[in-house]
């Protein structure tokens, strides 16, 4: 027995349209988000993780203080954001502070550390 499957033309059309469609939210996330940013220069941490095995033993503190020991030389402010209210806290005891929140259907925090 031989199956065959095809992709037409309108499988190619929904495929594009929900990719537009998330491009779309991409970029008014980003945009909401960069107007609650300092025009000034500033660090901007997009990400930062830890393997769940490697977790809560310091490796994310040890990152973060690089971090913040080059921002601080260099006398810029950071700001990142988290969607994990658990993360606030570990950003907090690194002197960040939540300064706005955002809806995208679910939290997102704001926070800096000047």
Same mark, same amino acid.
């Given at each position: 027995?031989?199956?065959? $499957? %095809?992709?037409?033309?309108?499988?190619?059309?929904?495929? +594009? &349209?929900?990719?537009?469609?998330?491009?779309?939210?991409?970029?008014?996330?980003?945009?909401?988000?960069?107007?609650?940013?300092?025009?000034? =220069?500033? #660090?901007?941490?997009? +990400?930062? *993780?830890? #393997? =769940?095995?490697?977790?809560?033993?310091?490796?994310? %503190?040890? &990152?973060? $203080?690089?971090?913040?020991?080059? %921002?601080?030389?260099?006398?810029? =402010?950071?700001?990142?954001? $988290? #969607?994990? =209210?658990?993360?606030?806290? &570990? #950003?907090?005891?690194? *002197? +960040?502070?939540?300064?706005?929140?955002?809806?995208? *259907?679910?939290?997102?925090?704001?926070?800096?550390?000047?």
């Amino acid at each position: 027995m031989v199956l065959e $499957t %095809s992709v037409g033309s309108k499988d190619i059309q929904l495929l +594009f &349209l929900l990719g537009i469609k998330s491009i779309k939210k991409g970029f008014v996330r980003e945009s909401k988000i960069r107007n609650v940013h300092s025009r000034s =220069p500033f #660090y901007y941490l997009l +990400f930062i *993780g830890v #393997y =769940p095995e490697f977790q809560n033993i310091g490796h994310g %503190s040890k &990152l973060l $203080t690089e971090l913040i020991k080059d %921002s601080e030389a260099r006398k810029l =402010p950071i700001y990142l954001e $988290t #969607y994990l =209210p658990q993360n606030i806290k &570990l #950003y907090k005891k690194h *002197g +960040f502070e939540v300064y706005h929140e955002l809806d995208f *259907g679910f939290p997102v925090f704001c926070m800096k550390r000047n």
